[in-house]
């Protein structure tokens, strides 16, 4: 009798396991690539006929990664148009002006006849005060944007034509040893918020002086602050420094003046970062001088 031999007793039939033909690297490589309809398009058309001469089976798979990696990008081309033409753009955060100033119907008067307290300061001379900030192009919009650093700055003059401003070099340019750093342009915002793009000019160096002028849009109310020139401060003499201290703006700070020496003037007002460039004004409103980033002149 013959004996037959049941499935279980065959030998099992190994299967060719074939390597694939599309190495992960390159997979990897042109994933992103659907991110670029276009150049993947190129990418495509050059692969294609470079394999011509290539085994059909392989000439399949990469005929297959590339269809995937086109419909894929097909996709996320399509969707990105249609979120771009949707979507309403953002409001532009720079504006023509500063609509605080050019409302106003009149700027106080200065020096004040009798000595000013610090409610008196807070109500006239802090809403002319700014917050300064370099400029800087959106990659996308191409629109002038302040950074995340920024200084105080003040009202000097404003007239029919714009407005004048003082602030600290450094606010704009960087450090004050720093002289290759020179731009021409700065951002200035009042108590709105919203910022009004100013061109630079004048600074010094050695002073750590900066002077923006920003074209008025509107109204025709003038402004000149006084400057202690004729009667230089003195030891013990009220002080008032208006600042944005650790990024909380607009802060009044008071203090007397602890020493002069020159030009500088050591005071008890506390002042941090932030402050620089701000004003500091004596008890009449007159401009006294600049806070800058080593010492207060």
């Known amino acids: 009798m013959a004996e037959t031999q049941t499935a279980a007793d065959q030998p099992a039939r190994l299967e060719p396991r074939l390597a694939p033909v599309v190495p992960r690297w390159a997979k990897w490589t042109l994933s992103p690539l659907v991110l670029f309809l276009p150049l993947l398009c190129l990418v495509a058309i050059v692969l294609r006929v470079a394999m011509r001469g290539l085994p059909p089976r392989t000439r399949h798979e990469w005929t297959s990664l590339l269809a995937t990696l086109l419909i894929v990008s097909g996709i996320v081309t399509s969707a990105g148009t249609v979120l771009f033409f949707s979507v309403p753009p953002l409001p532009s955060m720079v504006g023509a002006g500063l609509s605080e100033l050019d409302e106003r119907p009149e700027f106080p008067t200065l020096p004040a006849a009798l000595p000013m307290s610090a409610r008196d300061v807070s109500e006239k001379l802090k809403p002319l005060v700014a917050?300064?900030?370099?400029?800087?192009?959106?990659?996308?919009?191409?629109?002038?944007?302040?950074?995340?650093?920024?200084?105080?700055?003040?009202?000097?003059?404003?007239?029919?034509?714009?407005?004048?401003?003082?602030?600290?070099?450094?606010?704009?340019?960087?450090?004050?040893?720093?002289?290759?750093?020179?731009?021409?342009?700065?951002?200035?915002?009042?108590?709105?918020?919203?910022?009004?793009?100013?061109?630079?000019?004048?600074?010094?160096?050695?002073?750590?002086?900066?002077?923006?002028?920003?074209?008025?849009?509107?109204?025709?109310?003038?402004?000149?602050?006084?400057?202690?020139?004729?009667?230089?401060?003195?030891?013990?003499?009220?002080?008032?420094?208006?600042?944005?201290?650790?990024?909380?703006?607009?802060?009044?700070?008071?203090?007397?003046?602890?020493?002069?020496?020159?030009?500088?003037?050591?005071?008890?007002?506390?002042?941090?970062?932030g402050n620089s460039g701000g004003p500091v004004f004596d008890d009449r409103g007159n401009l006294l001088g600049i806070v800058t980033s080593m010492v207060d002149k």
Request: charged share 15%; hydrophobic share 40%.
């Open 131 to 273: 917050v300064i900030s370099p400029s800087q192009r959106s990659w996308l919009t191409h629109e002038e944007l302040p950074t995340a650093s920024f200084g105080a700055g003040t009202l000097l003059q404003a007239n029919a034509d714009g407005y004048l401003f003082v602030t600290a070099r450094h606010v704009l340019d960087g450090p004050v040893w720093n002289t290759a750093k020179a731009g021409t342009r700065g951002l200035i915002a009042m108590s709105s918020g919203t910022w009004g793009a100013a061109d630079v000019v004048a600074r010094h160096h050695s002073l750590d002086l900066l002077l923006l002028w920003m074209p008025r849009t509107k109204g025709n109310a003038t402004f000149v602050q006084p400057v202690a020139k004729a009667t230089p401060a003195s030891e013990g003499e009220n002080v008032f420094v208006i600042g944005h201290p650790e990024g909380l703006r607009f802060t009044l700070s008071t203090g007397i003046i602890s020493r002069m020496h020159g030009s500088t003037i050591q005071m008890s007002a506390p002042v941090s970062p």
